[in-house]
């Protein structure tokens, strides 16, 4: 069993930048590929970035290429989000999720676990 607790999460302004992190425990890490999700108030949660076991190969939805950059420390069992050039439609909740399938899937429900989620709001 995996758990995982997401950081990082805040208020901050348009154009400012935050450092998310993804804390996994009871597993092994590197043997999972790992993602982040987000979930905006009255929307479904959407697929944000992945990234491999290795930690060699990223994915990201449209919408974050270039602002967004995922990397995964497996030696400190640790994934991270860091988001620059932040937009107010960046405000959501931010979920990192473990699974086995690769490449990634964009589907929340493909993932084996899932963290409890941080809050990121951009104000504008």
């Known amino acids: 069993q995996v758990q995982l607790v997401e950081s990082g999460g805040g208020l901050v302004q348009a154009g400012g930048s935050l450092r998310l992190s993804c804390a996994a425990s009871g597993g092994t890490f590197s043997s999972y590929v790992m993602a982040w999700f987000r979930r905006a108030p009255g929307k479904e949660r959407e697929f944000v970035a992945a990234?491999?076991?290795?930690?060699?190969?990223?994915y990201y939805a449209d919408s974050v290429k270039g602002r967004l950059t995922i990397s995964r420390d497996n030696a400190k069992n640790t994934m991270y989000l860091q988001m620059n050039s932040l937009k107010p439609e960046d405000t959501a909740a931010y979920y990192c999720?473990?699974?086995?399938?690769?490449?990634?899937?964009?589907?929340?429900?493909?993932?084996?676990?899932w963290g409890q989620g941080t809050q990121v709001t951009v104000s504008s």
């Open positions: 999720a473990a699974g086995t399938y690769y490449p990634p899937p964009q589907t929340w429900g493909s993932y084996d676990y």
């Open positions: 990234i491999s076991r290795s930690g060699r190969t990223t």
